[in-house]
């Protein structure tokens, strides 16, 4: 069975681009969140979205943005690229609501390097 | 602020070493744990999770992590560690089930 499938692996970018990135929940799975994870650090929330909706929403600006379509993948897009996104952005999905402490399974993201 | 605390950021163990790593938190209320896993080249993987019950939870590979609710705190053990273990290990906090927040993640080296 495949995994958490994003795409692309590997993206490269200037400053003021914007750039959108894709995510394939496992099948059957219906919850997908997005975090971003810098060098060092560990992964940062950005969006969990579930059936469609947006249910949470982590501490970054309205240039980033996401939306999750009928066949539960989703797309996350960053406006106006600064240095500063440079990151892996990884996406996850989990079999059911947020409420239902379902674990994630995270796939193995889409490193961004912004020039 | 609210975070998730992890205090060494890479600990160096020889093989058959115990392991403890720690994890502390700042969110009050209700709080689901977890331990993540990143072995290199792989993805992110769950370790073991807390969402009640026994403070003491039992993972994969040998793993256990104690929930002490007092402490604010979720260290994670192996009473004997192995060259497969070297990975990057993150403790994570889920808040209201909306959304989970990631310490730094400590780096294990494990010397034969």
């Known amino acids: 069975d495949a995994g958490v499938t994003q795409s692309p692996t590997h993206l490269i970018k200037t400053r003021g681009q914007h750039v959108t990135l894709r995510c394939s929940p496992i099948?059957?799975?219906?919850?997908v969140s997005w975090y971003q994870q810098v060098l060092g650090q560990g992964p940062q929330f950005i969006f969990q979205?579930?059936?469609?909706?947006?249910?949470g929403r982590g501490n970054f600006p309205d240039r980033f943005s996401a939306r999750q379509f009928p066949n539960y993948s989703s797309e996350l897009n960053v406006n106006a690229l600064l240095l500063g996104d440079s990151a892996l952005y990884l996406c996850?999905?989990?079999?059911?609501?947020?409420?239902?402490?379902?674990?994630?399974?995270f796939g193995s993201g889409t490193q961004l390097s912004v020039l | 602020a609210q975070s998730v605390s992890q205090h060494n950021h890479h600990v160096i163990l020889s093989e058959a070493a115990s392991l403890e790593l720690g994890c502390n938190y700042s969110?009050?209320?209700?709080?689901?744990l977890f331990w993540y896993v990143q072995y290199p080249g792989q993805h992110l993987q769950l370790l073991l999770k807390?969402?009640?019950?026994?403070?003491l939870v039992k993972g994969i590979k040998g793993f256990e992590a104690e929930f002490i609710k007092s402490k604010f705190s979720f260290n994670l053990r192996k009473p004997s560690v192995h060259w497969s273990d070297a990975a990057e290990y993150f403790c994570?906090?889920?808040?209201?089930?909306?959304?989970?927040?990631f310490g730094a993640g400590t780096r294990l080296t494990v010397k034969p």
């Open positions: 979205y579930y059936e469609k909706e947006e249910r």
């Open positions: 807390y969402f009640s019950g026994d403070p």
């Open positions: 994570a906090v889920s808040i209201n089930n909306n959304d989970m927040r």
């Open positions: 099948s059957g799975h219906k919850s």
């Open positions: 969110y009050g209320g209700t709080v689901n």
């Open positions: 996850a999905s989990s079999l059911s609501s947020p409420t239902s402490n379902e674990k994630l399974f």
